[in-house]
């Protein structure tokens, strides 16, 4: 249950958006808050 009590944030985004994570990761780490960020798999990556 603590697990669920510790805010964290998960972001799944495109490549091109990359420098709009970056600085919403330097705004939460600011805040003590973790970030998962992954991009998302393009059409011909996912088969």
Do not use: C, W
């Not at 420098?19 to 330097?26: K, N």
Request: glycine fraction near 4%; aromatic fraction near 6%; proline fraction near 4%.
């Amino acid at each position: 249950m603590a697990y669920l009590d510790r805010k964290h944030a998960f972001v799944s985004y495109v490549t091109e958006d990359k420098e709009a994570i970056d600085g919403l990761r330097a705004v939460l780490e600011a805040a003590q808050i973790p970030l998962l960020a992954r991009p998302q798999l393009s059409n011909s990556a996912r088969g």
